[in-house]
């Protein structure tokens, strides 16, 4: 069926799995954020490594969720978008998609190539009582690599977020497009 085809609302909208994946991730990706932020800021001390360990940990979480997330796309179409939609707003609502499964992967990963480099331990404490064996054999040049590179990809994280809710909130204030329709728990509004 063409995306500009009349279709039911249940096919113009992301399924619940997807839904309930897509916010604990913004959820997460936002606190990791965060943690990020407030842990870099602190001086060296029990307090700094206890954020740490939470950094480490929202890290991983959201290196499995992007994992189940792509997965889960592989396997199912996202809805259409709605007609009427510019081709050069799908382009960008598509890169966007994109660079957010590089940075849900990429940021984890050179995170924990960066830990693993330095760790000098069998294991990298998680929160919980969690842990995650680190990277074995990964160099110290390396893993100061990792860590540039990990720096470097917060700043794009962050536009993304802001590129992606501000999109958001134009087609649903401004333009009253189905646009913002197609994610839970959101309802078409408007004309498409």
Known sequence: MPDDAPQPEARRRYDRFAAAI??????????????????????RGPVRSEWFTWHKTLGVAILLL???????RLGHRPPPFPSGLPRWQRRI??????????????????????VSAYT?????????????PPIPG???????????????????????????????LWHRFERRRLMTGRMPPFRNRGKP
Request: proline content about 3%.
């Open 138 to 168: 990964v160099p110290e040049g390396v893993g100061e690599i990792g860590e540039e590179v990990h720096k470097n990809l917060v700043p794009l994280t962050v536009a993304l977020i802001a590129l992606h809710l501000a999109a958001a």
């Open 93 to 114: 609502v598509l890169w966007n998609h994109r660079l957010f499964y590089f940075v849900l992967i990429a940021l984890p990963l050179t995170g924990l190539i960066a």
């Open 22 to 43: 897509h916010w604990l991730t913004a959820v997460l990706l936002v606190a990791q954020i965060v943690v990020g932020f407030v842990f870099h800021a602190m001086d």
């Open 120 to 132: 000098g331990q069998d294991s990298i404490a998680l929160a919980g009582g969690l842990s995650l």
């Open 66 to 72: 992007a994992l189940v997330r792509l997965g889960w």
